[in-house]
């Protein structure tokens, strides 16, 4: 049996099958095997691992925890009950429309943060001027419609992760934002925040940054300082407000004390720290990275849920999912009829009614022509019955949006 345990429950004799915090990279340890020394069970609980999954079958029960499948059958139900309190704006500018100036856009943005990278790097100061200036530009497209440089965000490439990851990270703060109806200012800063928040890993050293295999616990500790460095870089950045450095110094900070770099906890961190660390981490999980295989938007929605007994606020959690819905633009998705197709675009009458371009009928197994379905359009009798996981289909999402 697969179930949930909190790390103060952890034995040496005990069998990981998850470390449930992907977010972290922790790719210095292995996320499964058997528990054989105490000093291990020390290094987990100093990770800042508040929860971990075990296998009884492989190694030693524990009288606490709660199974998987109970865990799944509660994050379910949460999910559905806040998916069901979603509203949306309408667009302003139809979504094919919108894609052509989101692509340029979208390319802009992510030669910018190369550029900002490579003079820090110098020495240089950062063209604020010119940061401005894609924020602004993002932040209207979002405005004109978020659907396109949503589904961008999708596309990955693992080479260009640090970039796209700001990017996105970035555009999803300015939805989530607007979503609370935040002011054009704010959500300009936020969008600035974003932007640079991972600028401080320019000062990590390359050896480290970039190491294929697994860090030890010295260069561990040298990767997390990359926040309190972009938290300076920007504080003595003139132009750059204290609300942006405050996105970029609290992204990985969490409620119970146990992120970095200051070690906040609860209202210690700030409304926008905390809704940044929640848009980070669902941006983290859902990509492809060295040392994690990015899970659907789906599910990554109920892992959020999940963290919030201990890492995020569960208020910011459930307006995020009310925000995204609970199948966001990129979500693989199967239909009643037994159509399968991708989310293109969140529909402002009911966001479980999205715009999906179907592709293939699972029941007959073959495809179908290419074409996009508005489930929310009267008179239609389909329905998204669940999400699909594009790995285990073998489907190139990349190549359907």
Same mark, same amino acid.
């Given at each position: ?24 990279p922790h790719y210095n340890y292995s996320r499964k095997g058997k528990i054989g020394s105490e000093a291990v069970i020390e ?9 971990l999954y075990i296998d009884t079958a492989r190694g030693l029960d524990s009288p606490d925890g709660i199974p998987l499948e ?15 309190? +979603? ?188 809704? +940044? ?27 959020l849920l999940e963290w919030t007994e201990h890492h995020l606020d569960r208020r910011l959690v459930e307006t995020f999912i ?80």
């Amino acid at each position: 049996m697969i179930k949930r345990i909190p790390v103060t429950s952890l034995r040496v004799g005990m069998y990981i099958s998850d470390l449930n915090t992907d977010w972290i990279p922790h790719y210095n340890y292995s996320r499964k095997g058997k528990i054989g020394s105490e000093a291990v069970i020390e290094k987990i609980r100093d990770l800042g691992v508040s929860e971990l999954y075990i296998d009884t079958a492989r190694g030693l029960d524990s009288p606490d925890g709660i199974p998987l499948e109970e865990i799944d059958r509660l994050n379910e139900a949460a999910l559905q009950k806040v998916g069901a309190q +979603t509203h949306y704006n309408r667009p302003r500018v139809e979504l094919e429309i919108e894609r052509h100036r989101a692509g340029d856009l979208h390319d802009e943005a992510k030669q910018l943060i190369d550029t900002v990278m490579g003079d820090v790097k110098l020495g240089r100061s950062i063209d604020v001027d010119s940061v401005n200036d894609v924020a602004d530009n993002l932040l209207e497209s979002v405005l004109r419609n978020h659907n396109a440089l949503s589904s961008l965000g999708r596309i990955r490439h693992k080479d260009a992760y640090l970039m796209e990851h700001s990017v996105n990270l970035a555009v999803l703060m300015s939805v989530y934002g607007r979503y609370r109806q935040f002011e054009r200012t704010t959500l300009h800063d936020i969008m600035v925040g974003a932007l640079l928040h991972d600028i401080g890993k320019i000062k990590i050293p390359d050896d480290v940054l970039h190491k294929p295999g697994r860090l030890n616990d010295r260069e561990f500790e040298i990767i997390k300082r990359h926040a309190l460095f972009s938290e300076e870089i920007l504080k003595t950045t003139p132009g750059i407000s204290p609300l942006t450095v405050c996105v970029a110094a609290q992204h990985h900070e969490k409620i119970d004390g146990s992120g970095y770099p200051h070690g906040l906890k609860g209202n210690e961190i700030s409304e926008y720290g905390k809704m +940044t660390a929640i848009v980070d981490v669902y941006d983290a999980i859902t990509s492809d990275r060295v040392y994690h295989r990015g899970i659907p938007p789906t599910a990554a929605m109920k892992k959020l849920l999940e963290w919030t007994e201990h890492h995020l606020d569960r208020r910011l959690v459930e307006t995020f999912i009310k925000c995204m819905g609970i199948y966001p633009v990129g979500s693989l998705v199967e239909l009643e009829s037994g159509l399968m197709g991708v989310v293109v675009e969140i529909n402002e009458h009911s966001q479980l009614a999205p715009t999906v371009r179907l592709f293939y009928n699972r029941k007959l197994r073959q495809p179908v022509s290419l074409r996009l379905v508005d489930l929310s359009k009267p008179g239609n009798q389909d329905r998204i019955v669940h999400a699909l996981d594009p790995i285990k289909e073998k489907v190139d999402i990349n190549a359907l949006m």
